[in-house]
Structures are given as C-alpha cells and as structure tokens.
C-alpha cells in the first residue's frame, strides 16, 4: 500500500480530470459506494473459486457478519443498482452508464504494478444486450488513452460464450486437460477439475506450451454468441478501433458472460493491463435483481499514472512567490497575498521575515511563475516589481495592474 504525495498527487488528479471531461461526453455519471460490502457478495458474484475470493480478500468478522474490503467495484454497483431499483429508470435502447474511481483492496504479492491497495476507474453499463454498448464504451476509453498520450497499447478481444454454449466448451477442455494431469503444475491440476477456463491463467512455461494444442472457445459458440462478437468487431471497425482477437483470453472473475476484452501497453513489466472488462449478462439477476444485462471494465490507476508523459501535465500550481524585504515590507505583503488570493491568484508568502536569497530559493523550489517584491521602494511608490521566473522579465505595477496581469497569467505584451 502506497502513500501518494504531493509531488505525484497532480498526475493523478490529472487523470481524473480527463477521464470525468471525457466519460460526460458519453453519458456516464458517477456513482460512489462504500468501501465495505458483505463478503457473500464477492463470493456470488466475482466467484467462490476464484483466486480473488478464495485468497485476496481482506475480511473482518463482526458478531455473525462478515464483510470484505472490496476487491473491486462490479458487484458493488449492480448490488447498488438492485437496491435502489435503477432497473425503473433505463428504457430499451437507454442503459444506465454509471463510473467509479477508487481504492480497491488485494491480498496479493505485490510488485511492480501491483498494490495491495490500488485504484480503479471502472464503467457499468446496465440495461442493453446490444453490441454497440461494448464497441462504443471501449472506444471511449481507447480515445481516453490516446488523449493520455499513452502509446503503444493493444485490444484484445475475445469472448467466453453464454450458460448455452460455455458448458460444453468447459467440459470439452476439462477432459482434454484431465488426461494431461500428470504433466501439469499443482495449481493448474486443481483448476482442470474445479474451474478449468482459469488453466489459462498459468505463468508456468511448460504449462503454457502444452496449453497452445488446447481447444478454445471458438468451435464451441452458439450462433447468437457467434453474432454477437461480429457485431462487436463490426461497432469496432466502424469506429476505427484496433483489435486482436485472443480466444485464450480469459479473466480472473467468474461473471464474464460473451465479450472479454484487456488493453495492455508496453513499458509496463508482466503487469501489463491497463485494463479489463467485459459483458455480464445475467449477474444482476443472481443477485436477486431483474434480468438486466451488464457490461464493464476497470482501469489501473497506478498503471495508467505511470505511462502518462510529463509534458501534458499542467505546470506549477504556485501563480507567486512573494519576496518581502524587510519587517515593513512583510506586514504589507500579508495583506496583499490575502487581496489577490481573494481575486483567484495562489501565492506563497514566508511565514516570518526571512532573508531575500532563502525567499527567491523558495519561489525556484515551488517552480512559482512570478517572484513579487515588496520592500521600502514598493510601499512609497505603490508599484511593485514583479518578474516573470520564465523569461526574467521584470515589470512595474500598481495592484489593479497586477491583479490584471496575474489574472491572465500570459506572457502578456509588453
Ligand atoms: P480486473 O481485471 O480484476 O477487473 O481489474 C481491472 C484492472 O485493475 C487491471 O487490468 C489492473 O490494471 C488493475 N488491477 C487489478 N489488480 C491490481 C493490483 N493488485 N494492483 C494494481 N492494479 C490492479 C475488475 O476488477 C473488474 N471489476 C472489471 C470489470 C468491470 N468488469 C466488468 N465491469
């Protein structure tokens, strides 16, 4: 778990505002839920034989309850949906789009972009079978990317199937893995038998190359899964976003119904997914709620803040630096730094009368735009010197021409 601090927290705050500018643009409004949930949740939903229930939760008991720090936000959200009715309020061709930003919590090793604590910024789509809704919330967030400037990124794409279909396949791939048992790791001999999609999940090398000859769930779809990932691929060309198709795809949670998708970069290390998603059609009924078709994903916070370049951060948060010369000097600049804080400038005044040199290493340190001088010269004349820590350009103002000029904050005329 990670402190984040000042010097970083503009990277992050940055992220969110892009992401809150661009989700608006398509409709998606915020939905916040606690941090706590009933541990069953989890288990109902995100799987009672997956890694994340079975072995990453952080779980506490209270009298006969147990609640879980959430491992992520899905089930949260639909369990939210059903509880308020949300169903009420989506028409047919209308889903609800609802996005969350916040801290997820795993029990899992950690290294290099993985956290116990992490952050999501994560999209439910509720209420649409259609295949626009996967094609059209991915190139949402394939322009998000694009305009994080984060580069060298692939789709991929595959799908699971439905409850029609993906018994079939699963048992098809159990046998095949069943009479292999004895050449797999421990791992993978508990998944053939208790959940044997996940095989695919396996970092052992030796695994991984016997895996290649095994079958996918290509041959097994049933014709309206089949058409719904044309459909899908269709949206997505037609909105110009790249995709490989991978039909070993498979995710760590159990809801995943038809479409799965992850967007990994370069310049990651094995942790290299930016994000993960896919349709749940049928979870919102498990928990008790109406027959609503779902679809999301979630994004690494921490991953993605990493790939941002800097040259698209906004720059100093400091618009000046006071520099007061002298007690005089000091007990005026109190009152001018609250004057122009009041007409929406930030400025950075020493706390006491300090020496001009420790003052103007100040206004280097917080990389202040403008240094301001305030001294003997300033007080009669009531101009003050104000430079520009960029060019050097120093100028002469009195406040309504400082209060103007700092307002716009340009590197002005003359
Ligand atoms: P997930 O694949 O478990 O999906 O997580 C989504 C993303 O969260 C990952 O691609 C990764 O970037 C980030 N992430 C996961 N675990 C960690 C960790 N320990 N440290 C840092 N980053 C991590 C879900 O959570 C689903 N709820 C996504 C979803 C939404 N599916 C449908 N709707």
């Not at 009195?398 to 716009?408: F, M």
Request: proline letters at 4%; aromatic letters at 8%.
């Amino acid at each position: 778990m990670h402190d984040i601090l000042p010097e970083e927290v503009g990277r992050w705050q940055f992220l969110e505002a892009t992401t809150r500018e661009r989700f608006a643009h398509y409709g998606f409004r915020e939905i916040r839920t606690p941090l706590l949930e009933t541990t069953d949740l989890f288990a109902r939903s995100v799987g009672a034989s997956s890694d994340i229930v079975r072995k990453e939760m952080y779980t506490i008991t209270r009298g006969d309850t147990s609640i879980s720090l959430r491992p992520e936000s899905t089930a949260p959200v639909v369990r939210a949906f059903i509880e308020h009715s949300r169903h009420r309020g989506i028409a047919a061709g209308y889903p609800e789009r609802l996005f969350y930003i916040g801290p997820m919590f795993r029990y899992e090793r950690p290294q290099k972009g993985r956290q116990r604590q992490f952050h999501q910024i994560g999209v439910e789509v509720l209420g649409g079978e259609e295949a626009l809704i996967e094609a059209e919330t991915i190139e949402m967030v394939w322009g998000l990317l694009k305009r994080l400037r984060i580069e060298s990124i692939e789709l991929q794409l595959g799908t699971v199937g439905d409850v029609n279909c993906r018994p079939k396949y699963r048992e098809a791939l159990r046998e095949w893995l069943l009479s292999r048992v004895a050449d797999m790791c421990e791992d993978c001999r508990r998944r053939a038998d208790e959940n044997p999609l996940r095989v695919f999940d396996c970092k052992v090398e030796a695994d991984r190359q016997m895996l290649i000859d095994a079958p996918t769930m290509g041959a097994f779809l049933c014709a309206p899964c089949d058409a719904h990932f044309s459909s899908v691929k269709q949206h997505l060309d037609t909105l110009g976003v790249p995709y490989v198709e991978d039909a070993r795809l498979v995710r760590g949670l159990d809801y995943y119904r038809r479409t799965v998708f992850e967007i990994t970069a370069a310049g990651l290390g094995a942790q290299n997914a930016i994000l993960g998603g896919g349709r749940y059609d049928g979870l919102v009924r498990e928990l008790g709620g109406q027959d609503v078709p779902g679809f999301g994903f979630a994004m690494g916070m921490e991953r993605t803040v990493m790939l941002i370049p800097d040259e698209i951060l906004p720059a100093s948060t400091i618009d000046v630096s006071l520099i007061a010369l002298g007690t005089e000097g000091h007990h005026a600049a109190i009152g001018l730094a609250q004057r122009l804080r009041g007409q929406g400038v930030s400025v950075q005044i020493p706390m006491s009368d300090r020496p001009m040199g420790a003052q103007l290493k100040r206004a280097d340190r917080v990389d202040a735009r403008f240094a301001l001088f305030v001294g003997q010269d300033e007080l009669k004349s009531g101009h003050y010197g104000l430079k520009d820590l960029r060019s050097g350009k120093q100028e002469r103002l009195d406040e309504a021409g400082l209060v103007a000029r700092l307002r716009t904050k340009e590197d002005g005329g003359a």
